[in-house]
T-cell receptor, first 112, second 113 residues
C-alpha cells in the first residue's frame, strides 16, 4: 500500500479558477514534504519543500500547507493558467539523506 | 548549466537484449538516483548512489545494475530486458543533507517487446 495518497486522481478546472489538491501520508519518520510539477513528457520539477516546522510555503501562485500532526498536506493553485496543466506529485522524505516516498500524482487539466 | 541529462530519450528493445542508460549532472551533486515511473503509480526507486564509487539498492532493484565511476555520471544497466521493464526511467541528483532538493532529468522511455 502506497504510504503517500493523493486526491483527487484527476480534475478539470476552468482557466482563472482556483483548485486545491490533497496529500495524506503515513510515512514515518518524517523529514520533509515536497510538491513537484510534472509536465507531460518531462521530469518532475520542485515547487515547494516544507520541513516539520513549516506549515505553509508559497511559490508564486502555488501555496502548499502542511499539518504534520494529521499527516496531511495540500497544494492550492490560485488563478489557474493553461500552463498549470500537469501532474502534481506529493513526495515525503523519511530521512536526512533523501529517501523519498512518491504519491501517484493528481492530473490537472486547465481548460479555456 | 545543463542540469541533469539522460541518454537516450527513447529506446525499443527485444526481450533478452541488454542496454545501458546514461545519466549526467553538472551540479557537483553527491547523490544520484534512478527511478521508474509507471502509469497510475508513483516514482519508484531502483538504485541510488551517495557518492562516487558507491551504489545501493532501492525499492525495485531486480533486473537492474548500476555504476558510479565518476561523480557526475550514474549508469543504469539492463542485462536481459523483460517486458515488465517497459517504463519511463528518470534520473535525479541532489546535494547531501539539508532539504536534498532533487533535480530530475527529462526521462528515457523504454519499450521492451
Amino acid at each position: 500500500k502506497n504510504q503517500v495518497e493523493q486526491s483527487p486522481q484527476s480534475l478539470i478546472i476552468l482557466e482563472g479558477k482556483n483548485c486545491t489538491l490533497q496529500c495524506n501520508y503515513t510515512v514515518s519518520p518524517f523529514s520533509n514534504l515536497r510538491w513537484y510539477k510534472q509536465d507531460t513528457g518531462r521530469g518532475p520539477v520542485s515547487l515547494t519543500i516544507m520541513t516539520f516546522s513549516e506549515n505553509t510555503k508559497s511559490n508564486g501562485r502555488y501555496t502548499a500547507t502542511l499539518d504534520a500532526d494529521t499527516k496531511q498536506s495540500s497544494l492550492h493553485i490560485t488563478a489557474s493558467q493553461l500552463s498549470d496543466s500537469a501532474s502534481y506529485i506529493c513526495v515525503v522524505s523519511t530521512d536526512s539523506w533523501g529517501k523519498f516516498q512518491f504519491g501517484a500524482g493528481t492530473q490537472v487539466v486547465v481548460t479555456p | 548549466n545543463a542540469g541533469v541529462t539522460q541518454t537516450p530519450k527513447f529506446r525499443v528493445l527485444k526481450t533478452g537484449q541488454s542496454m545501458t542508460l546514461l545519466c549526467a549532472q553538472d551540479m557537483n551533486h553527491e547523490y544520484m538516483y534512478w527511478y521508474r515511473q509507471d502509469p497510475g503509480m508513483g516514482l519508484r526507486l531502483i538504485h541510488y548512489s551517495v557518492g562516487e564509487g558507491t551504489t545501493a539498492k532501492g525499492e525495485v532493484p531486480d533486473g537492474y545494475n548500476v555504476s558510479r565511476l565518476k561523480k557526475q555520471n550514474f549508469l543504469l544497466g539492463l542485462e536481459s530486458a523483460a517486458p515488465s521493464q517497459t517504463s519511463v526511467y528518470f534520473c535525479a541528483s541532489s546535494t547531501r543533507g539539508g532539504k536534498n532538493e532533487q533535480f530530475f532529468g527529462p526521462g528515457t522511455r523504454l519499450t521492451v517487446l
